[in-house]
């Protein structure tokens, strides 16, 4: 295998320059670089991690870690979608990702420690519990840091405009006919759960629509059992919504999976508008209008931000909300 000696040897540089034009330093001529990376690519040369970690005082890795208390994680497409924007993001800067094992929970050493450990030179953590002192502990150290998914903490955030995305669901309900609306919410303990709930009842107030007894309802985190338990409730109303606003994909499938087992159709019935736009969401019968989430944006814009920060050597506090879009399919039609 080439060493940064052949490496020297063929261009007739010295190692030293090599090395900056390795490292991508800016002292180095583009010239001089271009040279040196096409012998690097010539002869096969792989740099030692451990060397380039010395040399850059880095350790060209990034620790990821999943915060949500049904404990998903990366089974939750809307999630693997986001840390796989991230990952390619990353990788282009010649980073490697460390996932946190959960295992963690069982040891007597927190999720910091275990980062701190491996030396990662920022972290990326995925949050729908605002409160998870995990988190917290990792968001007040010194190491560079960016939350997805939440929007009311001191460091770098990435997350989706919920309050736009209610807004819309519930507006374009409104286009079709609709006005006895609800929403299967996700729990308002979460920033995504909440904002969505704020989006509903802004746009139904701005409507002048009555949110009836029963039609704000707690859908929990997420799954599509708990969407379909929640729908089950709404049919038992003694008047029935001819519309819901469901605040994830998965839950708005078992929302419709409880309208069929009552006999009832969707959208002949009841219209039914998820959120996400999870792959799914336009394979399942009816095809699902959903709000979407812009999940490569916010991949990109979290691992920008986070490496913004380790270049800089400083964490910062900011935030970036992510647009959302509606995305119209078959789930929902005009009320009789």
Known sequence: MATIYDIAKKTGFSTTTVSKALNNYSD?????????????????YLPNAHAQSLSTKKSWTIGVMFSESNEVGMKHPFFSAIIESFRKNAEREGYDLIFASRNLRNRDISYLEHFSYRAVDGIVVICSDPQDP????????TIPIVVIDMNKQNCSLVFSDNIEGGKLAVNYLHSLGHTKIAHIAGDALTDAGAERIKGFKKAMNELNLPIHDGYLINGGLFSIG?????????????????????????????????IKEKGLSVPEDISIIGYDDIEMAAYITPKLTTIKQDTDLIGYQAAKLLMKQIIQKKKLITSKRIPVELIIRESCAQKK
């Open 134 to 141: 995990q988190v917290l502990e990792m968001i007040n150290s």
């Open 226 to 258: 708990e969407g379909k338990a929640a729908m089950e409730k709404l049919l038992m109303l003694e008047d029935v919504p001819t519309a819901v606003f469901v605040a994830g994909d998965h839950m708005a499938i078992g929302a419709i999976e409880a």
């Open 28 to 44: 180095v001529s583009e010239k001089t670089k271009q040279k040196i990376l096409q012998a690097v690519e010539e002869m096969g």
